[in-house]
Every structure is written in structure tokens, then in C-alpha cells.
């Protein structure tokens, strides 16, 4: 059976892929610049240093808002009963952005400057090895918001299986970011990494998807229009 998306109009269809290529593309970048850095180190244990540290949090900060357009769309797209689902995905899709660019923000501007300063108990607060403030606040944002907000959004995808791909994938994004959360507790890290694949690596498959998604509709208008 097919779903209503009365609410859909083409305007939503351009800035929904439009927005959904931008997180791919963005997320594709910062996966290629973490790479680098990787490669940069003398040893696994060493920070990712500059500039592959600066250029990380750039497109954080770009990524995120563009999440939360992306998911205001999948609210528009959503047929009627289920637009519950799809409001409180935008919401906690608008909690993770706020918290993930103000911690990124202020690193990118201040952390260095009062790392410089000899602060004390810096790494306590503005260093992204646990435990710290910023990598605790960073945790909450992706593995606990972020992922709360791809399971709200998953109902929205039920017809045809293009569709039912993206909400399989949109559940596994997010019970893999849950499942990092359990490194917290534990302060074990490795684990916390299992959520990192859950938003770093099929979240963007989500949102690439979700363009196709986008396309097919309008191919599906098309052919209404013409018969």
C-alpha cells in the first residue's frame, strides 16, 4: 500500500536532497580527513594533531545543522499519523546539534588558547580522552540524541523497499550509537567506539539513501501527473 505525502512539494524535495547529499558529502570529508590524521601519528595513542584536529571540527559544526534541515524534511515527507514520530526525530535531531556545535565550537576557538595558557586541570575538562567534559557532553549529543532521533524517524519509512532499507539502516544506526553509551559506565572506550560506526559510518549511508528516497517521489509525481 502506498502512503500519503501530501505535504511534500518540490520545494521540500530540492532542499531534502540537497541537504541529505551535504551530510554525505561532509561526512565522507571528515571520515577522509580522521583517516589522515590517523596516518599522521607516530603512535596510536598520540591526539590527532593539525591540521586534520582543526579541519574535524569545521565540519562538525557544518554537518550538524545540516542533520537537523535534513530531519525537518523527513518530517514534511512523513505521511499524517505518523508525523508524531518524525516531530520528536527533528527535536532530538535539534538536541544534538546544539550540543555537538557548542562543544566543538568551543574547543575549536578556546580550547587551544587555554591549553596554551597552562590552565590547570585543562584535560579535564576540554580534551577529547576520557574522561573529560567535552568528550562526555560529545557522547550525549551522537550516542544518546543522535541516535534517539534515527529510531523516532524509522517508522516514517515503511513502503516499498528502497524505504524499508533506510529504516532497518536508520535502526541500526541508532541501537549501535546506544550501545556505545555502555562504554561510558564501563570507562571503556573501545566500546563507546561501537557508536562511532553507528553515526560515522551508517548514518551516512542513511542519509545518501534517504536522497534516493527523495528522487523516487518525484518520479512517483511525475507519473501521477501524466495518467
Known amino acids: 500500500s502506498e502512503m500519503s505525502h501530501e505535504d511534500f512539494k518540490p520545494k521540500h524535495r530540492i532542499i531534502g536532497r540537497t541537504s541529505v547529499w551535504t551530510v554525505f558529502v561532509l561526512s565522507v570529508m571528515y571520515a577522509f580527513v580522521t583517516f589522515l590524521g590517523f596516518l599522521s601519528l607516530k603512535s596510536s595513542q598520540d591526539p590527532i594533531g ?8 569545521i565540519l562538525i559544526i557544518l554537518i550538524s545543522p545540516v542533520m537537523v534541515i535534513s530531519m525537518v ?13 518524525s516531530f520528536i526525530a527533528v527535536i532530538f535531531m535539534i538536541c544534538m546539534a546544539v550540543i555537538s556545535s557548542g562543544v566543538h565550537f568551543v574547543v575549536l576557538t578556546v580550547g587551544h588558547k587555554i591549553e596554551a ?9 576540554f580534551s ?10 560529545d557522547i550525549l549529543a551522537w550516542d544518546w540524541f543522535f541516535a534517539l532521533s534515527m ?5 516514517v519509512f515503511k ?32 566500546i563507546r567506539n561501537i ?3 553507528g553515526y560515522g559510518v551508517v548514518a551516512p549511508i542513511v542519509f545518501l539513501l534517504l536522497s534516493k528516497v527523495f528522487k523516487l517521489h518525484s518520479i512517483a509525481d511525475s507519473d501521477k501527473a501524466k495518467s
Open 50 to 57: 593539525e591540521p586534520f584536529f582543526t579541519i574535524m571540527e
Open 73 to 85: 524534511i523527513v518530517y514534511v515527507y512523513s505521511s499524517t499519523e505518523l508525523k508524531l514520530y
Open 117 to 125: 595558557i597552562g590552565l590547570s586541570g585543562f584535560p579535564l575538562f
Open 128 to 137: 577529547f580522552k576520557w574522561p573529560s567534559v567535552v568528550y562526555a557532553l
Open 151 to 155: 529510531l523516532f524517524a524509522a517508522p
Open 159 to 190: 513502503v516499498g523497499k528502497l524505504e524499508k532499507i533506510v529504516r532497518i539502516l536508520m535502526i541500526i544506526s541508532g541501537v549501535l550509537c546506544l550501545i556505545g553509551l555502555i562504554g561510558v559506565p564501563l570507562g571503556n572506550m573501545q
Open 195 to 197: 557508536g562511532i560506526i
